[in-house]
């Protein structure tokens, strides 16, 4: 059965630390990984990895793709508060479904 | 803001009851996903559609249905309600037929089954 496994459940880092978020993936026919970020109701998006190797750059979060070991990981560096939220992976593969992990519940104290 | 637009916001139903949530999709989007999102735990898919067919489906019983219209927006029916089926539920539309597609969500519906 196709699945997501996100580490850790979660995280509390005090402000100005850097965290990276972990996420494995079994994902039948497997097509790209997307990580997510939610804090009260809709998802946005984050990233969208496609290649192994090619490390994704948006301000202070960072998240690369390695197909060789089915994982993915989010690094965001001098966290904020206002990064306190959920963080989301999914992984698409076969008949066009999109698996998400559980999420990793990040809360950043100032 | 997405542009993908829910509707109702909230919602309260009776076990047994039937329900039909809404989604309008962003604007050059042609398929629609929907995702149950219980307490806790991420979306789970439900199914996807694009333009107008069902093309591909979770793990979800028959009582979940849907339709997508020749405008792309859709509608999710859940028929005789249980009460697990309390849960956010969030559509998502993006451009082609999700093939890791980017998908933009919406706010979701949050719907309590007493």
């Known amino acids: 059965e196709d699945k997501v496994v996100q580490s850790p459940l979660s995280l509390v880092v005090h402000e100005g630390d850097t965290v990276t978020l972990n996420c494995s993936y079994e994902v039948t026919n497997f097509r790209s990984l997307l990580w997510y970020k939610q804090e009260k109701k809709a998802p946005t998006f984050l990233f969208m990895l496609t290649s192994s190797g090619i490390e994704k750059k948006s301000g202070r979060l960072s998240s690369i793709l390695d197909k060789k070991e089915l994982s993915s990981i989010l690094n965001i560096t001098a966290t904020q508060t206002g990064d306190s939220a959920i963080y989301l992976c999914a992984a698409s593969g076969r008949d066009d479904k999109i698996i998400f992990g559980k999420g990793t519940r990040l809360h950043i104290l100032p | 803001e997405t542009g993908v637009t829910q509707s109702p916001t909230h919602l309260i139903k009776t076990r047994g009851q039937q329900v039909t949530l809404r989604c309008s999709s962003q604007s050059g989007h042609n398929t629609v996903s929907w995702y149950q999102q219980a307490l806790g735990q991420g979306p789970q898919f439900i199914f996807q559609?694009?333009?107008?067919?069902?093309?591909g489906r979770g793990n979800f019983p028959p009582r979940f249905s849907g339709l997508q219209f020749p405008n792309y927006s859709s509608e999710l029916n859940v028929n005789a309600l249980e009460l697990d089926d309390s849960a956010l539920y969030l559509c998502a539309s993006s451009q082609q037929s999700g093939h890791g597609d980017t998908q933009y969500f919406g706010p979701g519906t949050r719907l309590t089954v007493l």
């Open positions: 559609y694009y333009r107008e067919e069902e093309n």
